[in-house]
């Protein structure tokens, strides 16, 4: 399958150009960003011909790629599906899904119109101790799910690269004043790199269901236009959940995890469960067996244990973008993120937006 990759505002692109080039039924046939400079690293590290780079995005899409891969900021997501949508292309939008529900009503809309399928990645939902926790909360070994608490973060979204390449606290502090991540109206903050996380796999954990109220507190630097820390409080028919993002925590969790350890944990009527980034194992107490014991993780079914591999299978098959992907799953997650930004703006519980 012929795959683009359009725009390089977010650093996965080069991680998930990596797993199209590793892919043996897939090919890059198009990147494209504005600025030829951001491109280069993807050029040579995949053997990109120059035939195929592209500072236009319409030559890019003239390409015909069967999937785009997505990751401009998050502000001009639906403008950018609204612009490859009518080409009939699927499209895979790296998260966060949208800067507001009415934007991401807007890719729906334009995608069902194109005729073709929308997912959207959420990188945590490839992490085995989170898939081997869904399995077992679907299996009842907690019994009723009442409560997720999720804490997600890292040291600043400046700190690392494609393939997670370090980058000096020195040259973040250089990057800030333009990076868009640090501009509210770009769509940056912690709020809406992170609280995805915890609204999407929590909505999934919760087979779909919506709170009812939410309740959300956000840190306010002299300096910094956007959070860095927020906290959010969903409650729902049974039980409260709590969500948590902090750009700069002591560690990056995929390295070293930094204590609050990022991560899950579900409290169930019957017991309780704990899932942290990238484990080896999930932590499970119950009723029958009230000490904490681990359990290991286990492995991602082939065809599911990436993103590229997951679309490319599905496309292939015809079968269901699921789980944290769907997009109709994705927009319950951006209400609850919607209601949590007007919430601390307004520093007050609102009722779920709709």
């Known amino acids: 399958m012929k795959i683009a990759g359009i725009s390089f505002d977010h650093m996965h692109m080069g991680d998930l150009l990596r797993m199209v080039h590793a892919h043996p039924e897939a090919e890059i046939c198009a990147l494209y960003d504005p600025d030829r400079e951001r491109m280069q690293a993807a ?51 790296e998260k966060p899904f949208a800067a507001s529900a009415d934007e991401a009503r807007r890719m729906i809309a334009a995608m069902e119109a194109g005729g073709g399928r929308m997912a959207i990645n959420w990188p945590l939902r490839w992490v085995e101790s ?7 909360v679907d299996a009842g070994e907690i019994g009723e799910l009442l409560e997720v608490r999720s804490y997600g973060g890292n040291r600043g979204p400046l700190f690392h690269l494609a393939d997670k390449v370090e980058v000096t606290p020195e040259e973040v502090e250089r990057q800030k004043p333009e990076s868009w991540w640090y501009k509210r109206d770009s769509g940056g903050g912690s709020l809406l790199d992170y609280l995805g996380y915890g609204a999407t796999l929590g909505t999934w954990f919760m087979n779909g269901a919506a709170p009812l109220e939410v309740t959300c507190v956000v840190d306010e630097t002299p300096g910094i236009e956007v959070d860095q820390h927020s906290i959010t409080i969903c409650r729902y028919a049974k039980g409260l959940s709590k969500m948590e993002t ?22 169930g009527a019957e017991g309780t ?9 999930v932590t499970l107490q119950t009723r029958a067996k009230p000490k904490v014991h681990a359990l290991p993780v286990q492995p ?9 591999e997951f679309m490319l299978s599905r496309l292939k098959s015809g079968g269901a973008i699921d789980g944290p992907l769907d997009p ?26 709709a």
């Open 43 to 93: 050029v040579e590290a995949f053997g990109v011909p120059e035939s195929r780079v592209f500072t236009e995005l319409d030559p890019a899409l003239a390409t015909a790629p069967d999937l785009a891969i997505l990751c401009s900021s998050t502000a001009s997501h639906a403008d950018m599906a609204e612009r490859i949508a009518p080409t009939g292309c699927n499209l895979m939008v």
């Open 130 to 136: 989170h898939v081997t926790a869904k399995a077992l």
């Open 246 to 267: 902090r750009w700069g925590t002591f560690t990056d969790p995929w390295i070293t995890q930094p204590q609050p350890a990022c991560g899950f944990t579900f409290i």
């Open 273 to 281: 469960l704990t899932s942290l980034d990238y484990a080896d194992h």
């Open 300 to 308: 991602l079914p082939e065809g599911e244990r990436n993103p590229v």
């Open 328 to 353: 109709a799953l994705c927009l319950t997650a951006q209400r609850i993120i919607d209601t949590a930004a007007q919430s601390a703006a307004e520093k007050r519980t609102l009722k779920l937006l």
